[in-house]
């Protein structure tokens, strides 16, 4: 910083300042007297000088002024000093310099003429006009009209230098900063993003945004799945949404269109934005990059571009894993098998669920390594997901799941022949014996849900294991439907405990039995909607099948009065949560359903029971049951009156929204049953 500020000191008035000083005394060493000029002059040039410094007033900070101020001061120096013989005459050539600096030719012009036109008048006001007419004077103002066309030349060469030099310096920045961008990017854009959501995804995607772009704001939008996420720097006084009129227009040109928008529209503080559409290769647009803030350059825009292309390869392959991948095998987890049963079943056809148990695995994991046991995990998930006539996720450890569409029996017992025939070509020659068994099951719209369907191709697997040929076809049944998520998959001990459970519930209540069953397939749809966890899933579905189990404890002239209760026999039934909870706290692998048998009365604005818990305090499996627990009991049939119907149910929840449902599970109930996949069926 100190050296710049010299830098400009120099360049303005100090070396005049300093030429005056050494004039002063050469003036007073030279014996010069009575020549008032000069010495105005050298006051001059020491006040010009000054006033550079300051830098005012700004007419006289332009080269031109400054060649035409020293071509005056230099005249009334030379003409008072002599004029032809003034020892003082090659301070022109000082000023003809300075004509190197003036930018354009015109300007180059009068400031040459004014130091030759200066120093023919000192000639004259010194010798008199003959004088300046001389050989003498011809010569040396040739001389300097000579110099002043070679300082023009040289300032123009200087000057498409300068601009030269701010071109590439101006183009390496912008290279440098291109390659920050695309250094990022590669940086984020790792094998990791493989196994994110889409949501999650898009998050990475417009936090990268932003960053490379230096943008105060940045949104990711996918369309055809109406999946959004944005991420904007804190003093923003409101962030632009999705729903912000500007923002949809923008993303919807962008993908239509193909290629990046500007736009200077002012949304929110922020004065500009770009949006770059998300395309795949050879494919078309899924999405778009919307950045807004001050404004944005070419290299902005190039790492944008390469940042939505990277974005739409890897969301274009996050279609089979909704929910993400298992980062192992590489496969599509089981969260995104849970998500794409609930898309595929609502297709028509039929579909076949093939689980596949890898028999052996930790043994072979056991001998030869972690390493070597995932990289046979890899090297099947290759194998089962190359081929574009089924789909394939791992499951959990050693089982992996396939859907296959439109097979019948003898088609899917080919295809579960080839499972073994792969597992048997990846480990042959290992000491480890490894085995498949595999179990399938089919159904399609209309016929069972898709956990039933899913269920049936489990307990088809585990019969699997003791059939000659490791292979075995099960059938779907209702009994099923009692069934969600991972049940089946406790310990024989505690399945016989839910069970027992369930039906002593049933056995004191005939509506009970039907209602506990139809709310445990209502929370699943819900939860499936919403997109919760696997685990979160697993505790949703059988926290709402037990949600009643309290009710053991009610005293059955409470539990079956057709009639209102008082207010001591309502004091009674309220405590069932308490009391389910701790009938179920004993039993170690269910503690993750307890908050849902504990707290599905909790009403969202506080006035619930047991606890008075309010808003997000509640559990979201919790919430979920509640708004399953009412729509059920509303639209079924009991003894003292009749249901009433879906639609009727669902707009009195939409009138009880925020204060007794979370808004959230209402509007996922309404979009679910908007959407066309809703249909009420009973599990009685």
């Known amino acids: 910083m100190r050296a710049a500020m010299l830098r400009a000191l120099l360049n303005a008035g100090l070396p005049r300042a300093a030429a005056a000083v050494a004039v002063l005394l050469l003036l007073g060493y030279s014996g010069f007297t009575g020549m008032w000029p000069a010495y105005l002059a050298v006051l001059g040039a020491l006040a010009f000088g000054a006033l550079l410094v300051l ?140 196994v994110l959501t889409p949501e999650a995804l898009l998050q990475k995607v417009a936090e990268t945004a932003r960053e490379v772009s230096e943008a105060r704001y940045a949104h990711a939008a996918v369309l055809e799945s109406g999946r959004h996420r944005t991420v904007a720097d804190g003093d923003l006084e409101a962030c632009p949404s999705w729903w912000h009129p500007s923002i949809q227009r923008l993303v919807l040109r962008s993908c239509r269109s193909g290629g990046t928008l500007w736009d200077g529209e002012e949304v929110h503080g922020l004065e500009a934005f770009l949006a770059v ?51 192992v095998s590489r496969l599509p987890n089981k969260d995104s098998l849970r998500r794409v049963l609930a898309r595929d079943f609502s297709q028509s056809g039929s579909l076949t669920v093939m689980a596949a148990d890898l028999e052996g695995f930790r043994h072979y994991n056991r001998t030869y390594g972690p390493a070597a046991g995932d990289t046979l995990l890899a090297r099947l998930g290759r194998h089962l997901g190359g081929s574009c006539q089924r789909l394939a996720f791992r499951y959990k450890d050693d089982v992996f799941v396939l859907l296959f569409r ?7 017992r080919r295809s579960a022949v080839g499972i073994q ?55 779907p049944d209702r009994t099923g439907e009692a069934w969600v998520p991972e049940v089946m998959e406790y310990s024989p001990r505690v399945t016989q405990t839910v069970l027992s459970l369930v039906e002593a519930t049933e056995a004191r209540d005939s509506y009970v039995s039907g209602h506990m069953r139809a709310v445990s397939d209502i929370a699943r749809r ?85 606890a008075g818990l309010r808003g997000e305090e509640i559990p979201l499996i919790a919430r979920i049951t509640l708004v399953a ?43 679910l049953i908007d959407s066309g996949r809703w249909s009420m069926e009973r599990a009685n």
């Open 277 to 327: 559409p998300m395309i795949p290769p050879g494919g078309e647009g899924l999405g778009a990059l919307v950045v807004g803030g001050t404004g944005f350059g070419d290299e902005e825009r190039r790492t944008l571009e390469l940042l939505a292309g990277e974005a739409a390869a890897v969301l274009l392959e996050a279609e089979d894993a909704p929910a993400g991948r298992d980062p």
């Open 406 to 412: 439109g097979q019948n029996e003898a088609r899917n």
């Open 55 to 194: 830098g005012r007033p700004a007419v006289l900070q332009g080269s031109l002024p400054r060649v035409l101020v020293d071509s005056v001061l230099i005249t009334l120096l030379v003409g008072a000093t002599g004029g032809v013989g003034s020892p003082f005459f090659v301070l022109y050539l000082l000023a003809a310099l300075g004509i190197a600096r003036i930018p354009d030719t015109p300007r180059k012009v009068v400031g040459g003429a004014t130091v030759v036109v200066g120093y023919l008048a000192a000639v004259t006001f010194s010798s008199g006009l003959f004088a300046a007419l001389s050989p003498m004077a011809a010569l040396v103002a040739g001389a300097t009209v000579l110099l002043c066309g070679v300082a023009g030349l040289l300032g123009a060469q200087l000057t498409e230098a300068r601009e030269r030099s701010r071109v590439l310096s101006g183009t390496l920045e912008s290279e440098r900063r291109h390659a920050a961008g695309v250094s990022t990017v590669a940086a984020s854009f790792g094998s990791v993003l493989e």
């Open 421 to 475: 025939q792969v597992v048997a070509e990846l480990t042959g020659g290992s000491r480890v014996s490894l085995g498949v068994s595999v179990g399938f099951a089919g159904g399609g719209a209309g016929d069972h849900g898709p956990e039933v369907v899913l269920q049936a191709a489990l307990r088809a697997l585990r019969r699997a294991k003791i059939e000659p040929e490791r292979i075995f076809s099960g059938t």
């Open 526 to 610: 819900l939860g499936t909607w919403l997109e919760l966890s696997a685990e979160q899933m697993d505790a949703l579905v059988v926290g709402a099948l037990l949600h009643d189990v309290g009710k053991i404890g009610v005293p059955d002239s409470i539990l079956q009065k057709p009639g209102k209760l008082t207010e001591q026999e309502y004091e009674t039934m309220k405590q069932h949560p308490v009391t389910g909870a701790k009938i179920l706290e004993p039993v170690e692998e269910l503690e993750a359903v307890l908050p849902v048998v504990r707290h599905h009365h909790e009403h969202f604005e506080g006035g619930g029971y047991p």
């Open 629 to 671: 627990d009412a729509l059920d009991s509303m639209t079924r049939d009991r003894v003292y009156r009749r249901g009433i119907p879906l639609e009727t149910a669902v707009e009195e929840i939409v009138n009880s929204s925020g204060t007794q449902f979370d808004p959230r599970v209402v509007r996922a109930l309404v979009e």
